[in-house]
C-alpha cells in the first residue's frame, strides 16, 4: 500500500468533484498552499492535524482520505480530543500498554511514551499501523467522531 499516492489521488479527487484549486482549499483549512502541492507531488505525507482539517472540510473519514476504504459518506465531524488522549483510551478499551505497543509494532518506548505525554503525534505511517494493530479506523484511534 502507498499511502502517499493513495491520499494524492484521492485529495484530487475530492478537489476535482468540490471544483477547487489548491490556493482556495489552502485559504479554507489554513494550511500553506506549498504544503498542499507537497501533497501532489506525493514528497511530503500530511501530519494528523493536517489530514483531520483536510477530512473535515471535504466531509469524508480519514480512512477514506488515505485509501483504506473507497466508502464515502459524507459527515460532520467533532473536534478530535488530542491524541494522547484518545491514545489513552485505545490502549484501555485493548487491555494493552504503550510498552506492549511499542514491542508488538516494532516502535521505540521513547516515541510510545512521547505520544502518551502528548509530547509528539505518530506519523500517518505509524497511525495507519497502530489502527491495523487494534483492528479500528483511524477515525476511531485518533477519537474522531460523527454528529449524530
Request: proline letters at 2%; charged letters at 25%.
Given at each position: 500500500?502507498?499511502?502517499l ?5 484521492t485529495?484530487s ?7 477547487l ?5 489552502a485559504?479554507?483549512i ?6 498542499i502541492t507537497?501533497?501532489f ?5 500530511p501530519?494528523l ?8 472540510f ?5 480512512d477514506?482520505?488515505f485509501g483504506?476504504?473507497y466508502?464515502f459518506?459524507?459527515?460532520i465531524?467533532l473536534p478530535?480530543?488530542p491524541?494522547s488522549?484518545?491514545?489513552d483510551e485505545?490502549l ?7 510498552y506492549r505497543l511499542a514491542k ?10 512521547a505520544w502518551?505525554?502528548?509530547?509528539s503525534?505518530p506519523t ?8 491495523d494493530y487494534?483492528g479500528?479506523t483511524l477515525?476511531?484511534?485518533?477519537g ?5
Open positions: 500500500m502507498n499511502i499516492s493513495n491520499f494524492s489521488e485529495l479527487e475530492l478537489m476535482l468533484i468540490h471544483n484549486r489548491t490556493k482556495q482549499l485559504e479554507q489554513s494550511i500553506d498552499a506549498s504544503s507537497k501533497y507531488r506525493e514528497s511530503v505525507i501530519n492535524p493536517h489530514a483531520i482539517s483536510i477530512a473535515d471535504f466531509g469524508c473519514s480519514l477514506y482520505l483504506l476504504t466508502e459518506e459524507k459527515k465531524y478530535c480530543p491524541f488522549q484518545a491514545f485505545i484501555k478499551f485493548h487491555n494493552r500498554t504503550k508488538d509494532l516494532k516502535f521505540s518506548n521513547q516515541s510510545t511514551i502518551h505525554k502528548g509530547k503525534i500517518m505511517d505509524n497511525l495507519i499501523k497502530i489502527a487494534f479500528c477515525d476511531e484511534l485518533v474522531r467522531k460523527c454528529v449524530e
